[in-house]
């Protein structure tokens, strides 16, 4: 892997990928850190020991470059850094909805160009990031980033035109796993339980039943009608949500965060 990585943006995700590859070894002396906001640049100094330089110096300093700012910002970025870009550097972009393409017409020719999407559970190294290449992008550029990313989780190579619908299931699937848990928990709450049984509870239920689906191979599917017993207690539960349309209303959610996936690349 290059000696210098710069990440530039330092909020959720920015620091995500920072604390996982300082986790995983990587000496802080070779780590750069852009970021906008003062107070939270000295936090990431005093927390991690790294330097936190400006957006120029950190893409001149550094091979790899891993753009987490927000897609709003990305052009704006670009535009500062794009003098100090030369072929064959990497940039490796996290940000949702936007292109290689979109990238590529704002920095040097030859400039290699990985889009990734990465999740949140990275923070404990169980990420699942999608990564695919541009258009000067070699093998080397692409294992780079697969390298960069697989030190906080799993990676996966996909075409970029699956990358909108990655974001709605992988990229932003965490929020919904929480979602439930909430929901979970309050139903739990309303049901008479102290707030932490029900917390425990469903923690420890989500924990287990996603070792179940990783480490059996078992159908999803499968694995729910293990659990339904004839005129049961789950049959009864699932029952309603089936009257509640809870499967249209996942499908229509990510229908709606792919969707704004693809409006983020058109800047809205
Ligand atoms: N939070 C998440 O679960 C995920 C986020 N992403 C992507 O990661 C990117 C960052 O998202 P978050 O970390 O959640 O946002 P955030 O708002 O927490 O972090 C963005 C950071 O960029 C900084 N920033 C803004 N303009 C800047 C500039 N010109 N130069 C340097 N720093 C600048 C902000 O001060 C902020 O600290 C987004 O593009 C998002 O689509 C992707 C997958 C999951
Ligand atoms: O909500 C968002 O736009 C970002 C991208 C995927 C997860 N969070």
Known sequence: MSSQTAILGAGVMGETLLSGLVRAGRRVDHLLVGEKRPERARELEERYGVAVVGNVEAARRADTVALVVKPQD????????????????????????????????????????????????ALVDEG?????????????HLAEAEALMGSVGKVLRIPERQQDAVTAISGSGPAYIFFVVESMIEAGVHLGLPR?????????????????????????????????????????????????????????AMEAARDRSRALAEGS
């Open 128 to 140: 699942m990031a999608a990564i695919s290449p541009g258009s000067h992008c070699s093998e080397d």
């Open 196 to 252: 932490s049984t029900a917390t425990d509870l469903v923690i420890q239920t989500l924990v287990g039943s996603a070792k179940m689906l990783r480490e059996t191979g078992t159908h999803p599917t499968v694995l729910r009608e293990q659990v339904t017993s004839p005129a049961g207690t789950t049959a009864a539960a699932l029952r309603e949500l089936e009257i509640h349309k809870v499967r249209a209303a996942f499908l229509a």
């Open 74 to 121: 990305m052009a704006d970025v670009l535009a500062e850094i794009a003098p100090e870009l030369r072929p064959g550097q990497l940039l490796v972009s996290l940000a949702a909805g936007i292109t290689t393409a979109f990238i590529e017409s704002r920095v040097p020719a030859g400039v290699a160009v990985v889009r990734v999407m990465p999740n949140t559970p």
